[in-house]
């Protein structure tokens, strides 16, 4: 099982970034996908989630109107696009993979970090 997530950077405060995350080993299209980050010093907080098929989504209030989570079931991967990003945003960024089947499934990416600074 890999989840492996790209895109992250520098970017300036109000500017924009698209993070992947490409999936393998599983059956992409039967998990929920996530992503989280974390800051230093800070829990890891959830940032938006997805569901299997795409057709459920959910943010954080933070993140509501500024970031776009979506999924490529044929590609096997999940995308975060981040719009008018803040001195507040920048952390580690996680994808996550989950599903419950009598156990829970439950796999992380490396992580990929974000950095907003002008």
């Known amino acids: 099982v890999q989840l492996v997530e790209s895109g992250g950077g520098l970017v300036q405060p109000g500017g924009s970034l698209r993070l992947s995350c490409a999936a393998s080993g599983f059956t992409f299209s039967s998990y929920d996908m996530r992503w989280y980050r974390q800051a230093p010093g800070k829990e890891r907080e959830l940032v938006a989630a997805?569901?299997?098929?795409?057709?459920?989504?959910n943010y954080a209030d933070s993140m509501k109107g500024r970031f776009t989570i979506s999924r490529d079931n044929a590609k096997n991967t999940v995308y975060l696009q981040m719009n008018s990003l803040k001195p507040e945003d920048p952390a580690v960024y996680y994808c996550?993979?989950?599903?419950?089947?009598?156990?829970?499934?439950?796999?992380w990416g490396q992580g990929t970090q974000v950095t907003v600074s002008s």
């Open positions: 997805i569901s299997s098929a795409g057709g459920s989504t």
């Open positions: 996550n993979a989950a599903r419950w089947a009598g156990t829970l499934y439950d796999y």
